[in-house]
């Protein structure tokens, strides 16, 4: 932490930078810090650390919790928690479903409505009202009384970044939509919610655990399984979202130039046989049906569920070994559908990296699968709103 003396200007953006320090040191922290802690994980004073702390408790940023018992001599210590009446708001639109979910500053998911649905091909205009109704619905609730530090909408997609417009989301069917507009229209006054791929904000609730706190894995490729199959290649905690924000896009590297046509206009793409309606209609099986009740049936020796579920892994091998070997990443996380397939999916994927990705002899791909509620996108978007506040606090602050 910087201390020196300068002019307004400069003390004005040491504050800033010291409160963000703070802010983040409480956040990434596995469990509650007193004061005297942050002191000595920002290299600061015991007086200085109190002043920003007590800034931060005023502003809702920082909790209080009840005082422990001191562990030797001197005054009980109070404990600090991530403030947990500032929250975020985050949105997803897919192909299969529609969500809103409210994080507080703690990570917790305050509310949420989840609605699966088939939007193949949907209005864009008529869905994104439906999603801006469940948001609505979801603020004038209990969950309300939150300080709302921003909102992340998830599209299964390329968004253009700097002018907040969906290109394209080959499986909703969707081009050039205002998709922000669409939805702001349809959301309290003033809310217009960030978009972001839904697989780069969805490899976010891998890379933290909770707003500022690392997760245990920091370098690897992230794969959303939904109708599509996105994808996000994560170093160092940080999504690479490459020079527009279109990176990751894993779906859509081919396996095989001369498979089954692909909604995004080329031929046989990755997700035209791991994407979930492509292997459950592989497998005769209907659309709608649970991932589970496909392990049910490989486990019980259905030939055809069990030949559409080693061409899933054939090429999800193929495609993933491509760009582990590119990108030099020791992980590959499940995500969606695909980590609820994990269990028949895992050991052909595993055999298939350890041969075909060169650097496997000294250090072989480790396949991973995270189970967590559905519309991960919208979570991350939550998180990704909720880590602006940490990066500039004193905008919450004034
Ligand atoms: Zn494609």
């Known amino acids: 932490m910087r201390t020196t003396e300068g002019t307004g200007a400069r003390q004005s953006t040491l504050r800033s930078s010291n409160l963000a320090l703070v802010l983040r040191t409480v956040c990434a922290a596995d469990g509650p810090l007193s004061r005297a802690d942050v002191a000595v994980r920002t290299g600061t004073t015991r ?32 404990p600090l928690l991530p403030g947990a009446r500032i929250g975020a708001l985050g949105l997803q639109v897919d192909a299969g479903l529609l969500a809103a979910r409210l994080l507080d500053l703690r990570g917790r998911v305050v509310a949420e409505r989840v609605e699966e649905d088939d939007l193949v091909g949907s209005d864009p205009a008529r869905t994104l009202a439906r999603l801006g109704a469940l948001a609505t619905d979801l603020l004038a609730g209990p969950a309300g009384e939150l300080r709302l530090a921003g909102a992340g909408l998830a599209l299964p997609g390329l968004v253009d970044v700097e002018r907040h417009l969906l290109l394209r989301a080959p499986n909703l069917g969707w081009s050039d939509v205002d998709a922000v507009g669409l939805l702001a229209a349809h959301l309290p006054d003033g809310l217009r919610p960030v978009p972001g791929n839904e697989a780069d ?58 498979g089954p046509p692909c909604r995004c206009g080329s031929t046989g793409c990755l ?76 050991p052909p994927l595993e055999e298939l990296l350890g041969r075909r990705v060169l650097s496997a002899r000294w250090r072989r791909p480790v396949v991973a699968a ?29």
Not at 213 to 228: C, E, N, V, W
Not at 246 to 257: L, Q, R, S
């Open 201 to 258: 904000l969805a490899a976010r609730t891998v890379a933290e655990t909770a707003p500022g706190r690392p997760g245990p894995m920091r370098d690897f490729l992230y794969l959303s399984g939904q109708i599509g199959i996105g994808g996000a290649a994560v170093v160092g905690g940080q999504v690479m979202t490459g020079s527009a924000g279109w990176a990751g896009e894993v779906g859509h590297v081919c396996v095989d130039p001369d």
């Open 271 to 346: 997700e035209q046989y791991a994407g979930r309606h492509a292997l459950l209609a592989a497998a005769g099986l209907p659309l709608d049906t649970a991932p589970a009740e496909v392990v049910a049936r490989a486990s019980a020796g259905d030939a055809d569920v069990r030949r559409a579920l080693d061409a899933a892994a054939r090429a999800l091998g193929v495609a993933l070994a491509g760009v582990v070997n590119v990108l030099d990443l020791p992980a590959v996380v499940l995500g969606g559908h695909l980590a609820a397939l994990a269990g028949p999916l895992r």
């Open 47 to 78: 007086a200085t650390a109190a002043r920003l702390v007590d800034e931060l408790v005023a502003g809702g940023l920082l909790d209080e919790g009840e005082r422990l018992a001191p562990p030797r001599r001197g005054r009980p210590a109070t």
């Open 370 to 398: 995270v189970t967590g509620p559905p519309a991960a996108g919208a979570t991350g978007a939550a998180l990704r709103a909720l880590g602006d506040v940490l990066a500039d606090p004193v905008r919450r602050l004034g």
